[in-house]
């Protein structure tokens, strides 16, 4: 279960390209905290922090170490506000989910919500800081 569920959570958050249109996001190297809640989990799924480059032409943050395939099946964009949805097949089985992430200049704070292959729910919340420059 253990395996399963770590490999998911990778895709979980990924990125794809979206249309910007001028998100008040500063663009660089960003510092993404996840934290996953599942309903009847014997036990707390520790945080996982990545680093990532962020652009306005790909605003939605990606965990690098994914086993998993995911496709982003619409994106859209407004205000400061980037929503997403997504499908994702991996070793662990299939899922689905949408996503939601709103920027502040040099942070974000977001959300995703999937739905797993025999009825599974989980809840990721995101943070992320600007840290720098892409690298």
């Not at 008040?24 to 480059?53: H, N, S, V, Y």
């Not at 496709?71 to 299939?94: A, D, L, P, R, Y």
Request: negative net charge; contains cysteine.
């Amino acid at each position: 279960m253990k395996k399963i569920l770590f490999g998911l959570l990778g895709g979980l958050v990924f990125a794809g390209p979206v249309l910007a249109g001028g998100v008040d996001m500063r663009e660089g190297l960003w510092e993404i905290t996840t934290t996953t809640e599942m309903a009847g989990m014997p036990f707390q799924i520790p945080p996982m922090t990545f680093t990532q480059c962020i652009t306005q032409q790909d605003l939605v943050p990606q965990e690098q170490k994914s086993d998993n395939e995911c496709t982003m099946s619409h994106s859209q964009i407004s205000g400061n506000q980037v929503s997403w949805t997504f499908v994702c097949k991996g070793e662990g089985g299939s899922s689905r989910g949408e996503g939601t992430i709103t920027y502040h200049g040099d942070r974000f704070d977001g959300k995703s919500n999937i739905a797993m292959e025999g009825g599974m729910q989980m809840v990721n919340k995101m943070q992320g800081k600007h840290i720098g420059p892409c690298q």
